[in-house]
């Protein structure tokens, strides 16, 4: 019956699906996930399954994909290479197993075996063989019609050009997957947004890619490896009698197969077998989709045959998806622990990956503007294993009429300090700085820790117990804490809470470098710090230095100069420090000494082994003080190397080029010969 005369639904529904097709097995740019490709396509079997006499030919259910592009010639495969059934949970897969027994005459409890393995999330290929030797490569197009793609299966190594051994047929096909690991996939992308070039979707969209281009040398550079799962077309000898035992002679002639093939006879191993992969799934190298069970005995597949396009011995199991469809409802904006503002779609809930998913991050304004996002969108979300939820593409096509821009906010939503984004960066954050009360509690943390003030005994349990219960708001309220409102909180006793204030009183005294470092100015850590404390001697000249006059510090760069300036440019992180200077915290100032001035200037110095009177930060520190570079590999260009207890290589290589060597005693009488007492 002619697609015209097809109802108005089922019409849009197949040339919906025909348009998908085309997007994925021509352009290579899906627009929406697997799993949602797979619900249009039941939507339209369970139609045709109730109206058979309207099934028209050219129905999508009546082909395999689409046609192949131009740009490569065309091949006929000997052999269609059709697609598979799919099953989405354990009543479907035992359904599947009991139309095979049905078929073949058999009773329910009988057992056949089953060969279990992933389904590779990749492009579907076939290689011929003639003789051993690889004579052409296509891809399975549209199951009849494929791309000619010899000169580029060539460039990839798992595939190899001739077969190992001995005993292969005269001729040959080999069919399996190739696809992309994940690690080359996340450095290949990386690269391309490193140069501006366009991004892949995933791995099975840069597989597809790669094997498309006209210039195998481009092929070469991509990871690709290909995995071989049947045969097709052998003549001239032969192959043994079930599934798996091929796949093993194929991997002894050179070709690939999956490690985690197995064999299964009952749905309860079936089941175990999926389970254990679902585990298994973000571990592995390479993404799969699913699992694929066929009938491992081939003269059982020939008496159980086929369907208009797929095999009736074989289904593929798909895991729940973690791509889905959704609707973006609204966008808001959320501040991180380091002021970092984050928008977060607010999405219609999904379920994908597992669970019901009603937000994922957007990363920030720029990766906004790569999608196109705008609220009221339909989108793809993704979600692997605990991986966070993100927004992954738009379906544009499907935009409302009433969308709207999404707009970054001006001030915090917490605090309504000016948002700020330095040159450079991608990230917008918060001015707030440390009287943001999203920041509040980290701001803490760090400014009590062993490199900051070092207040011992005011961990992060307590921070966040003082936090909650509103006693500690500002860096300055921990000076005025008193005993009797901390010992109202539980396991604070007398003795402990007496040497918690002791402690704290006793590091109002601290130095230049420490309360710099303790400020958590963006990217400022020990070193820098220190380098600022020497280079400028005072507090005020730090907050009074321009770009360009902070650049001349060393290990201070443009963009570190830029969040020091725009730190300080801020009135409340000036009123915080004034606030700390009336609660007492003080430190020693003096002019700066001159670099060149130092005892140790332009020394290297290497540490190694266990220093047991200090530790190597605190040797380091010493060092640095003194002018000296501390280095964590042996040279011709080191000084000198302070072992310690258990020294290692790097003493030994010390030794070898004749460079000073001091042991920790030495090193000890050596510091304080320069005024350093340990």
């Known amino acids: ?124 290929v076939s290689l011929l063989y003639q003789k051993g030797v690889l004579i052409r490569g296509a891809t399975r197009g549209d199951g009849t019609t494929g791309e000619d793609i010899t000169h580029n299966v060539r460039t990839i190594a798992s595939i190899p050009l001739k077969l190992r051994g001995s005993g292969y047929p005269e001729k040959l096909e080999v069919r399996g997957e190739i696809y992309m690991l994940k690690a080359g996939f996340a450095a290949m992308n990386a690269h391309a947004a490193k140069i501006g070039d366009k991004l892949f979707v995933n791995p099975r969209n840069a597989a597809a890619g790669s094997l498309r281009q006209l210039d195998p040398k481009i092929t070469a550079r991509r990871p690709l490896e ?159 294993g605990d991986v966070i939820p993100k927004v992954v593409r738009v379906i544009t096509e499907d935009r409302p009429a009433n ?56 961990g992060e349990k307590l921070i966040d117990t003082l936090v909650s219960k509103e006693m500690v708001a500002k860096f300055d309220d921990i000076y005025y804490l008193s005993k009797l409102n901390l010992m109202r909180l539980e396991r604070m006793g007398d003795k402990s809470v007496d040497k918690l204030l002791a402690t704290i009183e006793r590091t109002k005294q601290t130095t230049l470098e420490r309360f710099i470092y303790a400020l958590g100015i963006r990217e400022v850590g020990e070193a820098t710090a220190r380098n600022l404390s020497k280079e400028f001697g005072y507090l005020e000249r730090v907050i009074a230095a321009d770009v360009e006059r902070l650049e001349q510090v060393t290990d201070v760069g443009p963009i570190v100069a830029k969040h020091i300036v725009s730190f300080f440019a801020q009135a409340h992180n000036l009123a915080v420090i004034k606030s700390l200077r009336e609660a007492g915290v003080n430190w020693p100032e003096a002019e700066p000494v001159a670099a060149a001035e130092l005892a140790l200037a332009g020394k290297v110095y290497v540490l190694t082994g266990t220093l047991e009177l200090m530790g190597r930060s605190e040797a380091k520190a010493h060092l640095q003080e003194l002018g000296a570079k501390v280095s964590g590999s042996v040279s011709k260009k080191t000084d000198c190397v302070v072992a310690g207890a258990a020294a290692g290589s790097k003493l030994k290589k010390a030794e070898d080029l004749g460079i000073e060597v001091l042991s920790e005693a030495d090193f000890v009488v050596f510091l304080n010969k320069l005024g350093v007492t340990i």
């Open 1 to 124: 019956m002619s697609v015209n005369v097809l109802p108005q639904e089922i019409q849009q529904l197949c040339e919906s699906i025909d348009l998908h097709n085309y997007r994925y097995h021509v352009l290579d740019e899906p627009s929406i996930p697997d799993a949602h490709y797979d619900k249009l396509f039941k939507q339209l079997q369970a139609w045709e399954k109730d109206n058979p006499n309207m099934v028209s030919a050219q129905s999508p259910t009546q082909r395999v994909g689409a046609k192949p592009k131009a740009g490569f010639s065309q091949i006929t495969h000997e052999m269609p290479m059709l697609s598979l059934d799919n099953a989405f949970n354990g009543d479907e897969l035992g359904d599947f197993a009991r139309r095979i027994n049905d078929r073949l005459g058999l009773t329910s409890d009988s057992h056949i075996e089953y060969a279990c393995e992933p389904k590779l999330d990749g492009i579907a």
């Open 226 to 384: 290909m995995c071989c799962y049947s045969v097709g077309v052998v003549e001239g000898g032969d192959i043994p009698d079930d599934h798996i035992a091929t796949l093993k002679l194929l991997n002894s002639w050179g070709l690939k197969i999956n490690p985690h093939l197995v064999k299964a006879t009952s749905l309860a191993e079936k089941l175990a077998y999926i389970e254990k992969m679902q585990q298994l799934r973000n571990q592995l190298p390479y993404e799969i989709d699913g699992l694929v069970f066929k009938v491992n005995n081939y003269r059982l597949q020939q008496r159980l045959g086929f369907i208009s396009r797929a095999p009736r011995w074989a289904i593929a199991y798909k895991f729940p998806a973690e791509e889905a469809v959704t609707t973006v409802e609204k966008v808001e904006f959320q501040v991180g622990r380091t002021g970092a503002i984050t928008p977060v779609a607010r999405l219609a809930p999904v379920f994908v990956g597992g669970v019901t998913v009603s937000n994922a991050t957007l990363h920030n304004m720029d990766e906004i503007a790569r999608l196109g996002l705008q609220v009221g969108d339909t989108v793809v979300v993704h979600r692997a």
């Open 403 to 458: 969308s709207q821009a999404v707009v970054f906010p001006d001030s915090c939503p917490v605090c309504q300090s000016q948002i700020v984004r330095i040159e450079g960066e991608a990230i917008s954050r918060c001015s707030g700085g440390l009287t943001c009360a999203a920041q509040r509690k980290e701001a803490l943390i760090h400014y009590v820790s062993k490199k900051a003030l070092d207040i011992d005994g005011l």
